[in-house]
Structure formats: C-alpha cells, structure tokens
C-alpha cells in the first residue's frame, strides 16, 4: 500500500491520452487564455483559488532510466471544495498530494498555497506551512500508541509556541466532539475500531484549523459501510468548517459524495467530472 510521504509511484510510464472534452463539465472545468496549452483547470473561479499548479512535472532520475510521475498538470482548486482524486495505482496520485502537500517539489512548474510560491520556500517554511495551514490524513491514520485520543490530536498543536496550554485543550475537545469521539478522549488506539482510528486522524488534521486537508485513501483499510461514514464525515465537516478536502480513492462510491472528480492517468489529467 502507497503511503502519502512516498514520493514515487510504484509505475511510471507515460503514453499520449485523448483528454475529456471540457465543455462537457462547465461548472467544474474552465479555460483560460494564458492557460490554453495545459491538460486543464479544476476550479470555478482562478482568484479564489487555495490551491494553484501551473505546468507542473515530477522526474525521478535521469536519463536514460528517468521515470516522469506528473506531466504538465495545470489546477485551480477553489477553497471549501471537496475534490476525489482517482486513477488506477501508478498514476501519479500520490505524486500529486505530495507536491501540493509541500512534502515534495516538482521537477519543475509553479506550485502556489494560498498565494505563496512554494518553489521559493526553504524547508524551514515549508514545515511551518504543513504544521499551519495543511492537515493529513493517512490511509493508516498513523496514531502514537502510546498516547491517548486527546493526546494525538493535541500532538501537532505542542510545535505552535504560540498556542497556549488552554487553546490547546479547547480546540481538541471541540474538534473532537465534531467527530463524535468526545467520549472517547482518554482512549488507546489499540482499543479503536478502525472507523474510530479514521476519526481520531481526521481529528488531528483539523485541530490546527488548516487551509485544507490531504487524504490519501482515507478508506482504503475499512469496510464499504465505514468506509462511506468516514467520508460523509468528511464531508459534514467540509461543510462546516468551509475547509477544502483532497483525497484520493478507487471506491465509485466515496467519488460520488465528492463535489468534483479529477482523474489521472499515466501523470496527467484524463478528466474531471462534475
């Protein structure tokens, strides 16, 4: 299974692909003059955008044995969307969050954060970027288990010196009680269901009140039923809180609850579905 801080897709072999016809999706794709040459543009509106890639590529290696992960990816994702991010395994997913998730950089292109340029960002801002303004969530909700409910939630929040013992407490009890483990706070992992773990992680993604959050295959470990809890969730809290939520999945079902659908293939944008 593919982790979000594995920066290389296990295929790699980029082929030509006939890209959907944009007109077919008007509420979801929109062109643009300056943006004519690229694969396309997920958003309803540029300036709003949280999120923006213009031209991006992600090479691992040289020639003759480089292997292109991401080509000419060009998005604008507005804020308070919830985005499905689908495509078979190699396909450039995971390349993909971890480029917008600042964990990696492209091989070249513009990626931008809330109108900050990451390809500028030294690793000290970028880490003060993921801790502030970015949460993730992993396909294996990646708790300490030797911490309590509230204490994995709490642990991000320990790298922001300027939040107070009492700030912390508060936003961990709210954030939990809007997961519905509010009961649960004094709780090992260990005796979670994996719903409940999905729920805890989701939790601590939150807490730091972040500009978006990543998913990568949030469901991929938990049955179709709790599978679907999680990301109906994930979408009540989307609502809600007006965050933006990027995940990735196979599932047709957990698609369908997205607001739009971006979907890659062989590193580049095949379609986007509204």
Same mark, same amino acid.
């Given at each position: 299974m593919r982790k979000?801080?594995?920066?290389?897709?296990?295929? #790699?072999? +980029?082929?030509?692909? #006939?890209? &959907? =016809?944009? /007109?077919?999706? +008007? *509420?979801?794709?929109h062109s643009s003059p300056t943006l004519s040459r690229h694969d396309s543009v997920v958003g309803l509106q540029r300036d709003d955008s949280i999120i923006r890639l213009e031209d991006v590529y992600r090479t691992f290696g040289t020639d003759p044995g480089a292997c292109t992960a991401l080509r000419a990816i060009t998005l604008a994702? %507005? @804020?308070?969307?919830?985005? &499905?991010?689908?495509? %078979?395994?190699?396909?450039?997913?995971?390349?993909?969050l971890n480029i917008i998730g600042?964990? =990696?950089? +492209?091989?070249?292109?513009?990626? !931008?954060?809330?109108n900050q340029d990451l390809m500028t960002m030294g690793e000290a801002k970028l880490s003060d970027l993921r801790l502030?303004?970015?949460?993730?969530?992993?396909?294996? &909700?990646?708790?300490?288990?030797?911490? *309590?409910? &509230?204490?994995?939630?709490?642990? +991000?929040?320990?790298f922001r010196s300027e939040m107070s013992?009492?700030?912390?407490? @508060?936003?961990?009890?709210?954030?939990?009680?809007s997961v519905g483990l509010a009961d649960k706070h004094e709780r090992r992992p260990e005796t979670l269901s994996g719903g409940e773990r999905q729920r805890v992680a989701l939790a601590r993604a939150l807490a730091g009140d972040p500009a978006f959050v990543l998913a990568d295959e949030p469901t991929a470990n938990l049955d179709?039923? *709790?599978?679907?809890?999680?990301?109906?969730l994930?979408?009540?809290?989307? !609502?809600? !809180?007006?965050? *933006?939520?990027?995940? /990735?999945?196979?599932? %047709?079902?957990?698609?369908?609850?997205?607001?739009?659908v971006l979907k890659l293939r062989d590193g580049r944008i095949e379609e986007n579905v509204a």
């Open positions: 979000l801080n594995s920066v290389r897709d296990r295929r #790699c072999s +980029p082929k030509l692909i #006939c890209h &959907a =016809d944009k /007109s077919a999706v +008007p *509420t979801l794709v994702i %507005p @804020r308070g969307n919830l985005l &499905a991010l689908v495509g %078979p395994s190699g396909s450039g997913k995971t390349s993909l600042g964990i =990696d950089k +492209p091989s070249r292109g513009s990626v !931008r954060i809330e502030r303004r970015i949460g993730f969530v992993f396909q294996d &909700a990646r708790l300490i288990p030797v911490l *309590t409910v &509230a204490e994995n939630v709490e642990f +991000p929040l320990l013992s009492v700030e912390r407490k @508060r936003r961990v009890s709210r954030v939990l009680e179709q039923e *709790t599978g679907v809890a999680v990301l109906e994930m979408r009540s809290l989307n !609502r809600e !809180r007006s965050v *933006t939520i990027i995940y /990735s999945t196979h599932d %047709p079902q957990l698609m369908a609850i997205a607001d739009g």
